[in-house]
């Protein structure tokens, strides 16, 4: 079956640097990409990951190890505007596309 | 250019009522997605179109769910003969079936089943 795990809720500082870690167990395994999703709006891209490795994007990165099933996305010298869910999902390749099994977020608050 | 557009963004419908909602992809998108977000939940898939092959359904909850895509193009989500239990965020996302297959959302229909 399918897993993703990621912690529920996550606080940081402005300015501060986070990691937010995602697990997951699957089949089929064709990627992994991270959303962000401010309160009452749609998720937006951010990264994707498909081999092993970091992945820097400006403020944000985002690592994979396949071996483990173990990504994270990190964000450095937060703002306040990072204040938002961020959702880990898994592309598991079925039937020539990629089905995107999600986790059920992390809420990250940053604080003045 | 434009995203993925929806409508109407904010539903409220008495149980047992049918609703409809539409899903406009981003022009050139080949693929297309319905999911259904709960409060504090993470995206539960429904449905998935690609051109005119078959589309994958297995995440539709019951049989009171069905969507269609005409033209490959607009997709409609329809809910029969609601429930209380249907009151979620329903997100269409779309793609361009590249290597990445990234999706892009668009804003969400809130349903509201009273």
């Known amino acids: 079956g399918q897993n993703i795990d990621q912690p529920t809720e996550m606080t940081a500082t402005e300015g501060a640097i986070v990691q937010i870690n995602c697990t997951y167990q699957t089949s089929g395994f064709n990627g992994l990409f991270w959303y962000q999703q401010h309160a009452g709006e749609a998720p937006t891209f951010l990264s994707y990951n498909v081999l092993d490795g970091l992945e820097e994007k400006g403020r944000f990165s985002s690592f994979l190890s396949r071996s483990k099933g173990y990504s994270y996305l990190l964000l450095k010298e937060l703002q306040m505007k990072d204040s938002a869910s961020y959702l880990c999902?898994?592309?598991?390749?079925?039937?020539?596309?990629?089905?995107?099994?999600f986790g059920a977020g992390t809420r990250l608050a940053v604080h003045p | 250019g434009a995203g993925v557009s929806q409508s109407p963004s904010n539903k409220v419908t008495e149980k047992g009522k049918d609703v409809e909602l539409r899903c406009d992809p981003i022009s050139g998108h080949t693929a297309l997605y319905w999911y259904r977000q709960s409060l504090g939940q993470g995206l539960e898939f429904l449905i998935y179109?690609?051109?005119?092959?078959?589309?994958?359904k297995s995440g539709l909850p019951s049989d009171r769910f069905s969507a269609e895509r005409t033209g490959g193009s607009v997709s409609t989500l329809t809910i029969q003969r609601t429930q209380q239990e249907d009151s979620a965020v329903y997100l269409c996302a779309s793609s361009t079936l590249t290597a990445t297959d990234t999706q892009y959302f668009g804003p969400g229909t809130r349903l509201t089943v009273l």
């Open positions: 999902a898994v592309a598991h390749l079925l039937g020539g596309y990629n089905k995107l099994i």
């Open positions: 179109f690609q051109g005119n092959s078959a589309p994958d």
